[in-house]
C-alpha cells in the first residue's frame, strides 16, 4: 500500500520560510518522478514543482520559481519543498504526488498523492 506523508506546513509571516517534506513508503520511490501542488480554497489544484527520479532536473511555476527549491533523498524516500519569501497568495494546502512515467506538471498525471498539509502565510 502506498503512502505519501506530508509535513513542516504552518503558519508564517510573509517574507518567512517554511520546509515541507513528504516521505514515501510502499513504493520503489526512486523511480517516480514526484510533484508538488497546491489548492487554495475555492481554486482549483495548481502545479508547483517537480523534480525528475534522480533529483537531477526540477521545474517550477512561474509564480514560485527563485523563490521554491525542490529536491530529494532516494535514500530517505522523501522529497523537500524549500519555500522563502513567502507571500499571502502562497497559502494553500500543499500536497505531494508521485508520477511513475513523466516528469509532468498535470495533476492528472500522477498516481499517488499524499493528504496534503496547511501553509498559511499572513501579511
Known amino acids: 500500500q502506498v503512502r505519501l506523508v506530508e509535513s513542516g506546513g504552518g503558519l508564517v509571516q510573509a517574507g518567512g520560510s517554511l520546509r515541507l517534506s513528504c516521505v514515501a513508503s510502499?513504493?520503489?520511490?526512486?523511480?517516480?518522478?514526484m510533484g508538488w501542488f497546491r489548492q487554495a480554497p475555492g481554486k482549483e489544484r495548481e502545479f508547483v514543482a517537480v523534480i525528475s527520479r534522480g533529483g537531477g532536473s526540477t521545474t517550477y511555476a512561474d509564480s514560485v520559481k527563485g523563490r521554491f527549491t525542490a529536491s530529494r533523498d532516494n535514500a530517505k524516500n522523501t522529497v523537500y519543498l524549500q519555500m522563502n519569501s513567502l507571500k499571502p497568495e502562497d497559502t494553500a494546502v500543499y500536497s505531494c504526488?508521485?508520477?511513475?512515467?513523466?516528469?509532468?506538471?498535470?495533476?492528472?498525471?500522477?498516481?499517488?498523492w499524499g493528504q496534503g498539509t496547511q501553509v498559511t502565510v499572513s501579511s
Open positions: 504526488a508521485a508520477d511513475r512515467y513523466y516528469d509532468s506538471t498535470h495533476p492528472e498525471s500522477y498516481n499517488y
Open positions: 510502499g513504493l520503489t520511490f526512486s523511480t517516480y518522478v
